[in-house]
């Protein structure tokens, strides 16, 4: 589940694309929105993970987040201002990032019990740095940022979805398999209850730890 894949899968399209366009203004649109993810897919690819990792580094360290500047920090009030076509590609993104919270509340519910053990504070649902709702709205802020046609856009936000979202579910198992191999909470049980009894607050079962068992 690379990004850097995704951008690959994107020019190589793009190139399949171009060559059975017949417009000739058409073709020249996205040869050269083409070039561009080729020439810049790195750079963004770079920019991405900066945002992750210091969103990440904020999620652990909430008392720095006033010194903090995110490279991509889209909302549905920001995207108000801009046109309908950006507004279209904002509201795809963000029920893409809702399609696979549902497809893995299971693991993403794992996962924020875990957090919430290790960080002794509650983890609401939504709030981890990466959620699949939080990993589309910093993909749209690089394909907002490489001012793409509408197409393009489009082309992208399909790719994305092929090549990084549907493998998204091998990160959640990882990230729940190392933390059960280090200890933490190994045996959560398996039931429909234990959102419930996370949203009473992780803190007030530290005394009875079986409830987690």
């Not at 690819?45 to 008392?63: K, R």
């Not at 801009?82 to 893409?96: E, F, R």
């Not at 957090?115 to 749209?140: A, D, N, Q, W």
């Not at 990882?174 to 209850?193: F, H």
Request: glycine share 4%; hydrophobic share 35%.
């Amino acid at each position: 589940y690379s990004l850097a894949g995704t951008f690959s899968y994107t020019v190589k399209s793009m190139t399949d694309i171009s060559k059975h366009v017949k417009h000739p203004d058409r073709a020249k649109e996205i040869n050269e929105g083409r070039q561009q993810i080729n020439d810049d897919s790195e750079k963004l690819v770079q920019l991405m993970l900066d945002d992750c990792l210091m969103e990440l580094w904020i999620f652990f360290h909430p008392e720095d987040a006033s010194n903090s500047n995110f490279a991509f920090n889209f909302s549905a009030d920001s995207m108000e201002i801009l046109g309908d076509n950006v507004l279209d590609s904002w509201v795809i993104m963000k029920s893409l990032g809702n399609e696979y919270e549902k497809q893995h509340q299971k693991l993403l519910t794992e996962i924020e019990i875990r957090v919430s053990y290790l960080m002794g504070k509650h983890i609401k649902p939504g709030e981890l740095p990466f959620s699949p709702s939080r990993f589309c709205t910093r993909y749209y802020g690089l394909i907002h940022k490489m001012k793409q046609s509408s197409d393009s856009q489009a082309l992208l936000m399909k790719i994305f979805e092929r090549h990084f979202l549907k493998q998204i579910g091998k990160l959640y198992r990882a990230i729940n398999n190392t933390l059960k191999e280090k200890g933490v909470l190994p045996n959560i049980r398996e039931s429909a209850s234990y959102r419930e009894r996370v949203e009473n607050s992780v803190i007030n079962h530290f005394s009875s730890r079986q409830d987690f068992y």
